[in-house]
């Protein structure tokens, strides 16, 4: 079994806060698979290792989603049509 310790939660939110898709980057990545699969796994690999197989599992769902291409970026939150 995986060795938990203070140290890998913090390089797992290290590693996720690394490949988060920042603000300001949202418009030229959301259609981005594979930069929203990374970002996704990431946080569910920082939920596996709080114990919250939910967030976890519901994170790894949305990586697949991006790709084999099952989910799509929303409409800009700040656009109105």
Excluded: F
């Excluded at 939660?9 to 981005?32: C, F, M, S, Y």
């Excluded at 796994?41 to 994170?59: I, P």
């Amino acid at each position: 079994m995986l060795q938990r310790t203070p140290r890998t939660e913090e390089l797992a939110t290290a590693l996720l806060d690394a490949v988060r898709i920042a603000p300001q980057d949202w418009h030229r990545l959301k259609g981005n698979r594979r930069a929203r699969a990374l970002e996704q796994a990431a946080a569910a690999l920082v939920y596996l290792l709080k114990e919250n197989d939910a967030e976890a599992l519901a994170h790894l769902q949305q990586a697949v989603g991006w790709l084999d291409h099952s989910i799509s970026a929303p409409p800009c939150p700040t656009h109105h049509h």
